[in-house]
């Protein structure tokens, strides 16, 4: 559960960050008939993101079990390369975030109605459909046949959405910069089991080969129904029994990655400076 929580987290907490510096942006210029708009736009992307997650779900459980494998082999690859991308473009850019949001907005708002609702919904939508897919695809490395990975999942957007309104009302400060270099490193080692998951549907769907060549088998020291079994498999995606290609491909992916992420910027931080909370009142 923890190992989805925090992916609700990080990716609620960008999304929410998002909508508090556009509202906040036009409260404090006095285009509250803009407000309107900038709403519709994020429950459109609320509701295409909740959309493509269902689509995933139900859509795959009509294929046949290669099928199956194969897609859900193929789309947990894509999400890593995407929630990679995102942890890397978020410590690049979260400096200039609130910025290039305010000049975007300001663009829309001489454009009129449809371009306030494309800006926000475009804002708000790569967001969705990228913890949309993210999180499809952990929830199902991680299933233990019960709802505690969505519960674990909807906990942390529910979180995220209760500190970013804190963030917009000021009652809260904390230094971004360190969060999400910090959640940005765990989400890549939850990233990586993802990936390793992936790697074994690909194997199952024969569209790689190596299923019966297994790395190592410790189900007899570590079993995967006991407490500390669910909790690794919940935290980290740990298999007890994995290949030689998924443990080849987990540490190719996260040594690097991990090492990459975590290296000092040029400018001597160990990640970008974060934006400032908004306070402005509603």
Request: glycine residues 10%; hydrophobic residues 50%; proline residues 4%.
């Amino acid at each position: 559960m923890f190992g989805n929580y925090l992916i609700g987290l990080r990716e609620g907490l960008e999304a929410s960050l998002v909508v508090c510096i556009l509202i906040a942006y036009l409260v404090k210029t006095d285009r509250r008939d803009a407000l309107k708009p900038i709403w519709i736009g994020i429950a459109v992307a609320v509701v295409l993101a909740l959309g493509f997650g269902f689509a995933l779900e139900f859509g795959s459980q009509e294929l046949t079990f290669e099928a199956q494998e194969a897609l859900g082999g193929s789309l947990s690859i894509i999400a890593v390369c995407l929630v990679t991308w995102m942890v890397f473009w978020m410590r690049r850019t979260a400096r200039h975030l609130k910025a290039e949001l305010h000049g975007k907005l300001d663009t829309a708002l001489q454009m009129g109605t449809a371009a306030l609702v494309a800006t926000a919904f475009l804002a708000v939508g790569r967001e969705g459909l990228e913890t949309a897919l993210f999180v499809w695809a952990s929830v199902r490395a991680s299933n233990d046949g019960t709802q505690g990975p969505l519960i674990g999942v909807l906990l942390g957007i529910l979180t995220a959405v209760v500190l970013g309104y804190l963030f917009y009302r000021g009652a809260v400060r904390i230094n971004l910069a360190k969060f999400f270099t910090w959640t940005g490193g765990m989400l890549v080692v939850v990233a990586a089991g993802v990936l390793a998951y992936g790697v074994h549907d690909l194997q199952e769907a024969d569209f790689l080969p190596g299923l019966t060549n297994k790395a190592f088998d410790i189900s007899g020291t570590v079993p995967p129904d006991s407490w500390y079994g669910t909790l690794l498999k919940g935290v980290f995606n740990f298999q007890p029994d994995p290949t030689v290609v998924q443990v080849v491909v987990w540490v190719l992916y996260l040594v690097p990655t991990l090492a990459f992420f975590l290296a000092p910027s040029r400018s001597g931080g160990s990640g970008a400076k974060s934006p400032a909370p908004v306070r402005e009142e509603a």
